[in-house]
């Protein structure tokens, strides 16, 4: 299991050129992403994100320390980083446990496989947000472990990250260490978080749920 660490930023034409200039591109793709919650949105009010990407789960969870909330000064970081998970039984027993109150236990196991979708209805998850993304992504020159995706979703916004992957247990500080230089050499001014693609979808086509997640402080 690993964890991403990440800055989203906004980028224009200058932006590109500067990630052209310290960076290669590796490659163009596409994919479409469908998210899964209950209707009272147990998920993702605990800040955890299960989504379908071509035809794989991953679910995107808070690690032991910060995630994408407020840092203990009130403060909210830049970075967010969360754990990502693709394994499905594992996946499985972690929306599960975060579903189901603790007086449900002890009913029969499911065993979820990527053919039968019966444990999404099991557990009353539905799709609430599906969109598709063109992804460039880009490698930079004389910096290990750093890359950078320029998104563009079909619902009309586009945002880019600085990612970097770190196994877990690894060292976080050089991870956002190695962020925040990128972000300098790519003459970044972001003061505050930008709004992922998420963010975004949820304002405009689930406004109610975006509410409630605003509200938690969750977004
Ligand atoms: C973690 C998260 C969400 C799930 C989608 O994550 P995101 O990184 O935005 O999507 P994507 O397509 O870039 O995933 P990748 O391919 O990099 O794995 S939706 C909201 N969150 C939390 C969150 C937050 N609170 N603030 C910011 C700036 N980003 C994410």
């Known amino acids: 299991m690993s964890v991403e660490v990440e800055q989203k930023f906004l980028f224009d034409s200058d932006t590109l050129k500067a990630i052209e200039d310290i960076g290669v591109c590796v490659g163009q793709k596409q994919f479409q992403d469908q998210y899964f919650d209950t209707a009272d949105f147990k998920l993702t009010l ?4 299960l989504r379908r990407r071509k035809q794989s ?5 808070p690690t032991a ?5 407020a840092e203990p000064g009130g403060e909210r970081s830049l970075c967010t980083q969360y754990k990502e998970i693709t394994n499905l039984p594992e996946i499985y027993q972690r929306v599960k ?3 189901k109150d603790s007086g449900e236990e002890g009913e029969k196991e499911t065993t979820p496989s990527a053919e039968d979708d019966s444990w999404l209805s099991e557990l009353g998850l539905c ?14 020159k004389g910096e290990e472990g750093v890359q950078i995706d320029l998104d563009q979703a079909d619902f009309g916004y586009h945002v880019g990250e600085i990612e970097v992957l ?6 976080m500080q050089s991870a956002k ?20 693609k ?15 997640l605003l509200s938690a402080h969750v977004l």
């Open 177 to 196: 260490e190695k962020i925040r230089h990128t972000a300098q050499r790519l003459g970044l001014n972001e003061e505050r978080r930008v709004a992922g």
């Open 65 to 69: 320390t910060f995630s994408g909330t």
């Open 166 to 171: 770190v196994p877990e247990g690894g060292n």
């Open 46 to 49: 605990q800040d955890t994100w």
């Open 57 to 61: 789960w991953e679910l995107k969870c």
């Open 198 to 212: 998420m963010t975004v979808y949820l304002e405009r086509y689930r406004p109610e749920q975006y509410a409630i």
């Open 127 to 140: 799709c609430f947000a599906e969109f598709t993304t063109t992804r460039r992504s880009f490698t930079l």
């Open 97 to 99: 446990a975060l579903i």
